[in-house]
């Protein structure tokens, strides 16, 4: 498709049931990355995947997060065991590693609510 | 480690005033720099980039920002703000050459334009 798309738009769960969030990139592009966007702050590196590199992890928060990403494809963002701080906006962003200092083009997010 | 410091979490202006948005990073490497703006509701849109060449950067809606590498700065400026300028205004810093390529958001300036 012409941009990143994410789904679903909104998600609320009740604590402690797990979720899963997805996001679809911009085809041909090769890297992707996952951000949390909590109300009020700024973005929040979680995991970036490059092609069929090893995934940088270093930003999730805890083992209750997870991502999957096959190829170039389709990732999903899992939460399991969900608390209420983990409330927020996830972004999901692509971007042509061959230009790496061109951007990257984001969703609109999802946004999720732990009640 | 690289990080960025927006100092003004809020900026309010009146229309037609200019504005300048301050942004610092800290690296000890090359970095590419952007800015993006989040309008309510919405994903988040690349205003403008520093890749390399001119120091002086032109963006979209009339924006543009200076890269000033002795200060470490790369400060948004617009001579006239208008009512749609109201926005999440980020500054972002990408490390190249490394073996990642992840980018690192400021907090955010929110730039709240008044009649």
């Known amino acids: 498709g012409a941009g990143v798309s994410q789904s679903p738009s909104n998600k609320v769960t009740e604590k402690g049931k797990d979720v899963e969030l997805r996001c679809d990139p911009i085809s041909g592009h090769t890297a992707l990355y996952w951000y949390r966007q909590r109300l009020g702050q700024g973005l929040e590196f979680l995991i970036y995947?490059?092609?069929?590199?090893?995934?940088?992890k270093s930003g999730l928060p805890s083992d209750r997060f997870s991502a999957e990403r096959t190829g170039e494809s389709v990732s999903t963002l899992t939460i399991q065991r969900t608390q209420q701080e983990d409330s927020a906006v996830y972004l999901c962003?692509?971007?042509?590693?061959?230009?790496?200092?061109?951007?990257?083009?984001f969703g609109s997010g999802t946004r999720l609510t732990v009640v | 480690a690289q990080s960025v410091t927006q100092l003004d979490s809020q900026v309010p202006v009146f229309e037609e005033a200019p504005v300048e948005l301050r942004c610092n990073y800290s690296?000890?490497?090359?970095?590419?720099l952007f800015w993006y703006v989040q309008y309510p509701n919405q994903g988040l849109q690349l205003l403008l980039k520093?890749?390399?060449?001119?120091?002086l950067v032109k963006g979209i809606n009339g924006f543009e920002a200076e890269f000033n590498k002795s200060q470490t700065s790369f400060h948004l400026r617009k001579p006239s703000v208008h009512i749609s300028d109201t926005a999440e205004y980020f500054c972002?810093?990408?490390?190249?050459?490394?073996?990642?390529?992840?980018?690192?958001f400021g907090t955010g300036t929110l730039l709240a334009v008044q009649p």
């Open positions: 690296s000890s490497v090359s970095v590419y």
């Open positions: 520093y890749l390399s060449g001119s120091t």
């Open positions: 995947f490059q092609g069929n590199s090893a995934p940088d």
């Open positions: 962003a692509s971007s042509r590693n061959s230009e790496r200092g061109y951007g990257y083009t």
């Open positions: 972002a810093v990408l490390r190249y050459g490394g073996a990642t390529n992840k980018l690192i």
